[in-house]
């Protein structure tokens, strides 16, 4: 069965540290995973999107890791801001249409 | 710089009543879709249209219908609302199927 699956299922952090968040994928073929970010009460919004050839991408302070072999990837956070709090939600794309397999997120809060 | 656009942004309902919630894309994309947000729960797409003209069921479509007005247009409606269709609603476009999808900011609905 294909599935997203995404650990801790929450995280309080202090400002200024670092975290990592975590993401199993069971979806075959694969082609590619995407990280977003959705702010409460807003939709999400792409961070990145990592294809198969591609082991590690960054934006800005966000750096996203993929390991096709293992189907794992990662989402590492550096020095949390207050805007950081969201929930982020990594999501695998399947089938002819490219339809999408949403993980149930990471709620991340970052406290001052 | 709008993007996907949802009205409204809230409504509630009584159970039997019927509803259309619209969406509008200004970024001249051809696929569209409709997904529901529950709590603990991933994304889960509703309908989608992968281009002006056609529509499509995703893995929840049971009490829902569709219709792409024009390319920018794509609207759902529920024709006899129930408390288990109470969810947070998500419009999103792209260019075309297995591009990035973005998002409107969705419609809170409730049923009671």
């Known amino acids: 069965k294909n599935q997203v699956e995404q650990s801790p299922q929450s995280l309080i952090i202090l400002e200024g540290k670092n975290c990592t968040l975590q993401?199993?994928?069971?979806?075959?073929?694969?082609?590619?995973l995407r990280w977003y970010k959705q702010d409460t009460g807003r939709g999400p919004v792409s961070l990145t999107i990592m294809t198969f050839s591609e082991n590690t991408k960054s934006n800005g302070r966000y750096t996203a890791t993929l390991d096709a072999d293992t189907k794992q990837s990662s989402l590492h956070i550096t020095a949390s801001q207050l805007s950081d709090s969201a929930s982020y939600i990594c999501v695998v794309p399947f089938g002819s249409q490219g339809n999408l397999i949403f993980g149930k997120g990471t709620k991340l809060s970052v406290k001052p | 710089n709008a993007g996907v656009t949802q009205t409204p942004k809230f409504q509630v309902l009584k159970t039997g009543q019927s509803m259309t919630l619209q969406c509008a894309q200004d970024?001249?994309?051809?696929?569209m879709y409709w997904y529901r947000q529950d709590p603990g729960m991933g994304l889960r797409l509703i309908y989608y249209?992968?281009?002006?003209?056609?529509?499509d069921k995703g893995e929840v479509p049971n009490g829902y219908n569709v219709s792409r007005l024009n390319k920018r247009e794509f609207s759902l409606r529920l024709e006899s609302a129930a408390p288990s269709q109470t969810s947070v609603y998500f419009c999103?476009?792209?260019?075309?199927?297995?591009?990035?999808?973005?998002f409107g900011d969705g419609t809170r609905l409730s049923i009671l």
């Open positions: 999103a476009s792209s260019e075309r199927a297995h591009q990035p999808q973005h």
């Open positions: 993401c199993n994928y069971t979806v075959s073929p694969f082609s590619n």
């Open positions: 970024m001249n994309h051809n696929s």
């Open positions: 249209s992968a281009s002006e003209g056609t529509t």
